[in-house]
Every structure is written in C-alpha cells, then in structure tokens.
C-alpha cells in the first residue's frame, strides 16, 4: 500500500508549490492511499468539491501547547497565505488598552476561554483588514473553538480542510509546564526535555527543550497562565469543547487527525507528507 501511495503521488508532475489547488484535489482523491501509508494521520470520509474552486481556507484545531501555532506558521509561510491566530489577536488586544483588553486580562489570567463575541468581532476585523490588502486564504488557529462559532464561519467562509494535531496529555502537560517567555525581547522557548515510553502501542515520545540564547537565559520568564493547576483545567475545558467541533468537520469529511509522532523536525516532514504538499518541499530545496 506504501508503494502504492508513493506511486500515485509521483504521478502528480503538476504538482507545484503555485498549484496548491491541484495539490489538494489530487490529496482528497488519494486519501485513502496516504492515510494508510501515513501512520500519523487518518482521515474519514474526505470529499471535495471542483478544484478550480479551491482556497487554502484552513482551520487548525488542537489543545492549548501542543504547537499549532507553530505548525500552523510554518505552513501558512509555505503556502503564502496569513496565518491568524486568534490567541494572538487577543494578545495583541490586551496589549492595545483597547476597549476589551481589561475584560479580556481577567478572563486569560483566570484560565478561561474567551467568548464567542468577543472573538468573532476581532477575527471579523483580521479578515477584513486581510481582504483589503488583498490576501486570498488563509490558515485558521484556535477558532473555531465550538460548534457555534463553526456554523458562525461556515456562514461567512469555506472552510476547506480542518487539522486536528493531537498529542499525549502526559507529555503536552510536561511541555505547557516547560514553556518560557524572555521578558527582554519576548521570545518564546521551553525549557522541558521530554522522554516518554509509548503507550498502546504507540512509539516514544522525545522532544527536545527549546533553549534561549545565553543573553536571554536569565531573562526567562512563565506565563501566568502556564501553571499545572490553569493548563489542566485548560485542557479539560478544551476537551469538553472540541469533541463536538472535531465531530461537526469530521461529519463534512474535512477533519484531518494528525498524532504528532515528536518535536517539529520528526512532525514537520510527516505533516506534509499527510496533506500530500512533500514534493513541493523537495521541488523548493532543489530550485533554492
Ligand atoms: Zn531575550
């Protein structure tokens, strides 16, 4: 079955980093073949509509520190579409003394999610900005976060594929615990070194820390939202929610399961291979 998957793919010549649109069609016709080669990733039911009517309009789902963030960046940077998070249009409000920062301030610090309203109206306003500036797609982080906010979106846009990134719990708890930021410059690192034996069958966990350049070192600060007692009651409350979510795209065929295998270098290439997008990686590198 992995020749086989490695057979269909390689007969993709049009493949291209432009033609993501093909890309994505020829993924959903080929699914079936990638979710068996692809021990990390599974997809039911995966339909698509017309390629011409394609656009990377990307939701990507996953708890709080398991790395969308990062995962979601970097794809959104191979793809040239904005990446919008909306924890970072909340950060960023905070930061403004706008008129919902202090109301905003007692939620986070408190461990809470924020409410559909006031996310919507600051997505509603990153999407707008965007559309003005011209970009086309987009890749979706930490929204929709419930099944009301999905039906809000699928009133407003297409989405086209929905990522869920899945992580152990012992080992996302270890790595959220691990998280620094350098109160100088803000950077982000973690400090946690991670080695887990697989459970169920499944293969071990390592992760490396992330470490701050020696001029950062003494400078590490934790989020006041990172203790043990706020990240579980995070994920317990994000587990809740995102059941019903993951349900609502897995029911349309969009929902993509990815169990992250490691940290970014053993994930990143495997994530590719799960959307199909690898030989586009190989065709960047040889024409750099
Ligand atoms: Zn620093």
């Not at 909340?90 to 920062?101: C, D, F, I, Q």
């Not at 719990?169 to 930021?181: A, S, T, Y």
């Not at 934790?222 to 579980?232: I, L, P």
């Not at 059941?243 to 169990?259: A, H, I, M, N």
């Amino acid at each position: 079955m992995a020749a086989l998957a490695r057979f269909t793919k390689s007969s993709s010549l049009s493949l291209s980093f432009s033609s993501i649109a093909k890309a994505l069609y020829f993924y959903s016709s080929s699914s079936a073949a990638i979710a068996e080669s692809n021990p990390y990733s599974q997809i039911n039911n995966f339909t698509r509509k017309d390629p011409k009517d394609w656009n990377v309009q990307w939701v990507f789902l996953g708890c709080p520190g398991v790395g969308k963030g990062t995962y979601a960046g970097r794809l959104s940077k191979f793809l040239g579409v904005p990446h919008i998070a909306t924890g970072d249009l909340v950060r960023e409000e905070l930061a403004s003394s706008g008129p919902m920062s202090n109301q905003l301030a007692e939620i986070v610090n408190q461990g809470k999610l924020v409410s559909d309203e006031i996310i919507f109206n600051l997505l509603s306003k990153r999407l707008e900005a965007g559309e003005a500036k011209g970009e086309s797609g987009f890749i979706l982080d930490g929204f929709p976060r419930t099944v009301k906010q999905a039906e809000i979106l699928e009133g407003v846009t297409d989405i086209d594929l929905v990522v869920n990134l899945k992580l152990r719990e012992d080992v996302l708890l270890e790595k959220c615990l691990g998280r620094r930021i350098c109160s100088q410059c803000g950077g982000n690192f973690n400090v946690a070194s991670i080695n887990v034996k697989g459970k169920n069958g499944n293969p071990d966990v390592s992760m490396a820390p992330l470490l701050p350049p020696s001029h950062c070192m003494s400078k590490l600060i934790t989020r006041a939202d990172d203790t043990e007692e706020v990240v579980k009651a995070r994920l317990r409350v994000y587990n809740e929610k995102s059941q019903p979510v993951e349900d609502f795209y897995r029911s349309q065929g969009k929902l993509l399961e990815f169990d992250l295998p490691g940290g970014i270098t053993e994930s990143w290439p495997k994530l590719l291979e799960a959307l199909n997008l690898d030989d586009c990686e190989e065709k960047q590198s040889a024409a750099a």
